[in-house]
């Protein structure tokens, strides 16, 4: 499947509803990531920006979001953007992620990611994207690195 193409078609239909149904569509195929019931608000090479409300199944015994529920964000936000921007003659997966939490997360928390795409993959190299998840009034909440291998498809 391609991504930006999937998402370029769904983001065309009015209201919003293209950008839920592309999330539902992958909430469905990535089944834990579906628990958190992220948004993808922006798709496009090189940049992800996704979103998650407040609601209590997600909520810790301190009432804010618990901390597996932003990593759980962050880490489709990284995921998503790169995989989407990366040449499709590439294979990803993640083999590190590093957390930190700067303060209590309420309300809507958006995540975003922001780097410089790969044109080409001809060796094994890994890639570490920055994830920053900000809550309603723009505080970064936490933030998080990503580490990606890449490398090409095993023929």
């Given at each position: 499947?391609?991504?930006?193409?999937?998402?370029?078609?769904?983001?065309?239909i009015?209201?919003?509803?293209?950008?839920?149904?592309?999330s539902?569509?992958?909430?469905?195929?990535?089944?834990?990531?579906?628990?958190?019931?992220a948004?993808?608000?922006v798709?496009?090479t090189?940049?992800?920006?996704?979103?998650m409300?407040?609601?209590?199944?997600?909520?810790?015994?301190?009432?804010?979001?618990?901390?597996v529920?932003?990593?759980?964000?962050a880490?489709?936000?990284?995921?998503?953007?790169?995989?989407?921007?990366?040449?499709n003659t590439?294979?990803?997966?993640?083999v590190e992620?590093?957390?930190?939490?700067?303060?209590?997360?309420?309300?809507?928390?958006?995540a975003?990611?922001q780097?410089?795409?790969?044109e080409?993959?001809v060796?094994?190299?890994?890639?570490?994207?920055?994830?920053f998840?900000?809550?309603?009034?723009?505080?970064?909440?936490?933030?998080?690195?990503?580490?990606?291998?890449?490398?090409?498809k095993?023929?």
């Amino acid at each position: 499947m391609n991504l930006l193409k999937t998402w370029s078609v769904l983001n065309k239909i009015p209201f919003g509803v293209g950008k839920r149904l592309f999330s539902r569509m992958l909430g469905g195929r990535i089944p834990y990531t579906g628990t958190i019931q992220a948004n993808v608000e922006v798709l496009k090479t090189g940049y992800c920006q996704i979103s998650m409300r407040d609601r209590r199944g997600i909520r810790n015994h301190l009432n804010s979001i618990h901390a597996v529920a932003l990593m759980n964000l962050a880490e489709f936000c990284s995921g998503l953007g790169f995989v989407a921007s990366a040449p499709n003659t590439a294979r990803t997966i993640l083999v590190e992620f590093q957390f930190e939490f700067l303060k209590k997360a309420r309300g809507k928390i958006t995540a975003q990611t922001q780097f410089t795409p790969l044109e080409q993959v001809v060796e094994d190299q890994d890639i570490t994207l920055e994830v920053f998840l900000y809550n309603s009034n723009k505080e970064c909440v936490a933030q998080g690195k990503a580490k990606w291998r890449v490398g090409p498809k095993k023929s």
